[in-house]
Each structure stands twice: as C-alpha cells, then as structure tokens.
C-alpha cells in the first residue's frame, strides 16, 4: 500500500452488511485480530452516516473527562482515603491516586470488554454528570462565601490590632507627663509601622475639629465631612506594587495606605488554584459618602480587591468576629459534607470491576475510545443497503 511500513502490507476490499449492530460487531471482532487501516471511500461526501454517533462519543469522553479532574482535585483531601479504602485492594495501594491504570488493563478490558453497551454507559455518565454540576455549582458558591468570611476576619484583625494599640497608646498618654511622647508610638515608628500612631493623631484631630466647630456652630455635619475616614478589604499579594501606584495617582498622594500578609492562601472557586493575598488599609480625610472614598473602592475593585467594612469600635470589632467565626464553620461543614457525598456517588466508578483491571472510568474511556474508531471507520465505507464496502 504505502512506503515506511515497519511489516508488509495487503491490500483487500471488505463487504459488511448494512444492518448496524451486525457491522459494528464484525468490525470489533475484526479489530480484535490485528490492524487494520481502511481507505476513506467517501472522502468527497458532505454528510457521513455515522456522525451523530462519534458526536455522542465526544460527548461522553468530555464527562469522562470532567469526572477524572474532579477526582483529581480530591486526591489528597480528608475523604480521599476512605473511598481508596471502599474501592478494591488495587485501587488502595496504587500509587498513582485514586483512579487504577493497571499495566494489564488494555488486554484485561479488550478480552472482558464485551459487556459494555454505549445506551446505558452514555445513560450512566449523563445522569452522574448532571448531578457532579449541581453540586460543584453549589460548592463553588460555598468556597466563595467561605472565602469572604476568611478575608472579612482576616481585616477585623487587623482593626483588632489597631483599635487595641491606639487604645493602649491613649491610655499611656495620659499618664505621661505633658508634652512628652508616648512609648508606644514611638516603638511602633522604631518598627516600620504607623498604625497605632495614626489612630491616636487621628482621633485627636477629630476631637480638635470637632471642638473647634462646635465653637464656631458648624455643628455636626462639617465635622463629619473632615473626619478620617478607611477603605479595607483584601487583594492579591502580585497586585500591590500596581495598586500602590495607581492609587497614588488617582488620590494625588492624598491617602495613607498600610499592607498586611495573610499567611494561608486562599483556594479560587474557579480555577481551584490557590492565591496569595494581603489586607489593605486606605486613610483619607472625608467621609464615607465623599468622592474620594468612592474613587478608591472603585480602583481596589479594578485590581481584584474585595471591600469590607472598616468597624467604628472595639465592641463592634469583637461582635463581627464572633460572629464570623460561626459562620467559617458552617461552611467548613458544608464542604466537607460535600466531598464526602462526591466520594460516595463517584465510589463504584473508582472500583475496580475484575483482579488486574483499571477502574471502572478508566474502562469506561477506553470503551468509548474504542466504540469511536469503530464508527470513525464505518464512515469510511461506500455503499447502500444491503451491504457496505470499503478498501
């Protein structure tokens, strides 16, 4: 037939009955002798007969696929090992995870492969499918209002830490004499960080305003328009040079920023790739209702940050946490109870159906592989009923 062949070549015509369950079973039996290539004898058509069957096929190898992926983001986790241990002895000591790729499993499934029928394997896939959908899109919701909670915490603490460090820098002065600084501010500027010391100037000149406006009769409101006001949340650790940029310019040096590092990374509800982040805190004079105050919430949005928010009180501070701390582990045990149900429906899929055999999804992708080059050659014969041929 052609040149570079490793063994000589014949070449034949092949007559197949037109009826399909008799074809296909002859061309498995045939496949089964040895290899065969076949000539594509409609090469010139537009429409092949067996099309919507291979599309079926693809179909079912893009959910094969899909379930291995979830499998795969499994391994490792807390239920991982009971479904290794439900599965067969095999599937439990294989090092590769939890879906067995035995080194016989071509010829085991090749020989035992027969009972395999692709109505009930398309059947099964569909329905385990549609419900490992339902439930991701729930989990993917789950994770991402864990996630907010744990970035919620994660800038109450750092309020926690400030509002108790201004209260202690207040506290030690006044007890100091007058016009000597405190200690507590000046061991926080010794260490690289203001935030104690921002909180006291803060407060005093809010007080200083407050009073001075009071004499004049301003009243409340231009008090409040000149107070100090706070943008918190978390973004990504890689966009801080980037924000601290940007933010310089859209502010025009108006706004005192502070970083803090969270050390655990947070896991993306998307990709389920794990992302470093920082907590973020913006001072600028005005309130909350200014411009100012929206442009920058607008430019911590545009580089992935999330915006909570910044608590008035110590009090208020410890009530948010308490609270948030309940609903971490709610949501822990709503994942948790996720995985555990994902492991149980996907168990009979990680069993191994006969000893020296792959998992039953890995048989099912080799099945549909093999039912594909079936009919991906059944396109390739001529003909019309009664009978089919091809070179």
Same mark, same amino acid.
Not at 130 to 137: A, D, E, M, N, R
Not at 149 to 159: T, Y
Not at 309 to 323: A, F, H
């Given at each position: 037939?052609? &040149?570079?062949?490793?063994?000589?070549?014949?070449?034949? &015509?092949?007559?197949?009955?037109?009826?399909?369950?008799?074809?296909?079973?002859? =061309?498995?039996?045939?496949?089964?002798?040895?290899?065969?290539?076949?000539?594509?004898?409609?090469?010139?058509? *537009?429409?092949?007969?067996?099309?919507?069957?291979?599309? /079926?096929? $693809?179909?079912?190898?893009?959910?094969?696929?899909?379930?291995?992926?979830?499998?795969?983001?499994? $391994?490792?986790?807390?239920?991982?090992?009971?479904?290794?241990?439900?599965?067969?002895?095999?599937? !439990? +000591?294989?090092?590769?995870?939890?879906?067995?790729?035995?080194?016989?499993?071509?010829?085991?499934?090749?020989?035992?492969?027969?009972?395999?029928?692709?109505?009930?394997?398309?059947? !099964?896939?569909?329905?385990?499918?549609?419900?490992?959908?339902?439930?991701?899109?729930?989990?993917?919701?789950?994770?991402?209002?864990?996630? !907010?909670?744990?970035?919620?915490?994660?800038?109450? /603490?750092?309020?926690?830490?400030?509002?108790?460090?201004?209260?202690?820098?207040?506290?030690? +002065?006044?007890?100091?004499?007058?016009?000597?600084?405190?200690? $507590?501010? %000046?061991?926080?500027?010794?260490?690289?960080?203001?935030?104690?010391? =921002? %909180?006291?100037?803060?407060?005093?000149?809010?007080?200083?305003?407050?009073?001075?406006?009071?004499? *004049?009769?301003?009243? #409340?409101?231009?008090?409040?328009? !000149?107070?100090?006001?706070?943008?918190?949340?978390? =973004?990504?650790?890689?966009?801080?040079?980037?924000?601290? #940029?940007?933010?310089? #310019?859209?502010?025009?040096?108006?706004?005192?920023?502070?970083?803090?590092?969270?050390?655990?990374?947070?896991?993306?509800?998307?990709?389920?790739?794990?992302?470093?982040?920082?907590?973020?805190?913006?001072?600028?004079?005005?309130?909350?209702?200014?411009? =100012?105050?929206?442009?920058?919430?607008?430019?911590?949005?545009?580089?992935?940050?999330?915006?909570? $928010?910044?608590? *008035?009180?110590?009090?208020? &501070?410890?009530?948010?946490?308490?609270?948030?701390?309940?609903?971490?582990?709610?949501?822990?045990? +709503?994942?948790?109870?996720?995985?555990?149900?994902?492991?149980?429906?996907?168990?009979?899929?990680?069993?191994?159906?006969?000893?020296?055999?792959?998992?039953?999804?890995?048989?099912?992708?080799?099945?549909?592989?093999?039912?594909?080059?079936?009919?991906?050659?059944?396109?390739?014969?001529?003909?019309?009923?009664?009978?089919?041929?091809?070179?």
């Amino acid at each position: 037939m052609s &040149t570079l062949r490793s063994e000589p070549m014949v070449r034949g &015509t092949i007559v197949l009955p037109s009826s399909l369950p008799v074809a296909h079973e002859l =061309l498995e039996r045939l496949g089964r002798l040895g290899a065969v290539q076949f000539v594509d004898m409609q090469a010139a058509a *537009l429409v092949r007969p067996y099309n919507n069957y291979i599309q /079926r096929i $693809e179909e079912m190898e893009r959910i094969i696929r899909f379930l291995q992926e979830e499998i795969r983001c499994l $391994e490792g986790g807390p239920g991982a090992a009971a479904a290794a241990a439900a599965a067969a002895a095999a599937a !439990a +000591a294989a090092p590769q995870g939890l879906v067995v790729v035995a080194p016989d499993g071509e010829r085991s499934f090749l020989e035992n492969g027969q009972g395999y029928v692709l109505d009930k394997v398309e059947e !099964a896939l569909n329905r385990l499918y549609g419900q490992f959908v339902l439930f991701k899109s729930n989990n993917s919701s789950l994770q991402s209002e864990k996630n !907010a909670a744990l970035e919620e915490q994660c800038v109450l /603490r750092v309020a926690l830490q400030q509002q108790q460090g201004g209260a202690a820098a207040a506290a030690a +002065a006044a007890r100091a004499p007058p016009g000597s600084p405190p200690p $507590e501010a %000046l061991s926080d500027l010794e260490d690289g960080g203001a935030n104690s010391l =921002l %909180l006291q100037q803060q407060q005093q000149q809010q007080q200083q305003q407050r009073n001075s406006e009071e004499d *004049l009769g301003l009243g #409340r409101k231009a008090a409040a328009t !000149a107070a100090v006001s706070a943008v918190a949340g978390v =973004l990504p650790a890689a966009e801080i040079p980037r924000f601290q #940029r940007t933010l310089f #310019r859209a502010t025009r040096g108006n706004a005192f920023c502070f970083f803090q590092s969270i050390e655990l990374p947070f896991c993306d509800p998307k990709s389920g790739q794990e992302v470093q982040k920082s907590v973020f805190v913006v001072y600028h004079q005005g309130s909350t209702q200014s411009l =100012l105050h929206e442009k920058i919430t607008k430019v911590s949005s545009v580089f992935g940050g999330c915006c909570y $928010e910044w608590p *008035l009180s110590l009090k208020q &501070t410890q009530e948010r946490l308490d609270g948030l701390a309940d609903v971490i582990k709610d949501k822990e045990k +709503a994942l948790a109870a996720y995985e555990h149900y994902f492991l149980g429906e996907i168990s009979t899929l990680l069993d191994v159906p006969r000893e020296g055999s792959s998992s039953l999804i890995e048989e099912w992708r080799m099945f549909c592989q093999k039912e594909k080059a079936i009919y991906a050659a059944l396109n390739c014969f001529e003909g019309k009923p009664p009978c089919l041929a091809s070179s």
